[in-house]
Nanobody
């Protein structure tokens, strides 16, 4: 069973920074593709960024140059460094692992005040 636990959300002023972490249980982390999604009320969950098991990275256009995804296979953890945060980044952020199926974390709230 794969379990994901996110941490690092919170309240920050516009222009500030936060770092989210997602710890993954089990021994398959190094061969999983990892994703960060976000969701606001009434909207579909959208992918923000991803990093494959081989290190190929994708960023959604609105976060390019501000967000950085990274992974530490020794710690079974993926990170999302978020800089220059904007009020429109306010959302619940979810971590997802893909290995023969999707595994989701519980989500962590990020609130950016103007």
């Amino acid at each position: 069973q794969v379990q994901l636990v996110e941490s690092g959300g919170g309240l920050v002023q516009a222009g500030g920074s936060l770092r989210l972490s997602c710890a993954v249980s089990g021994s398959i982390f190094s061969i999983t593709d990892m994703y960060w999604y976000r969701q606001t009320p009434g909207k579909q969950r959208e992918v923000v960024t991803s990093i494959t098991s081989r290190g190929v990275i994708y960023y959604e256009d609105s976060v390019k140059g501000r967000f950085t995804i990274s992974r530490d296979n020794a710690k079974n953890t993926v990170y999302l460094q978020m800089n220059s945060l904007k009020p429109e980044d306010t959302a619940v952020y979810y971590c997802k692992a893909y290995f023969r199926g999707d595994y989701w974390g519980q989500g962590t709230q990020v609130t950016v005040s103007s």
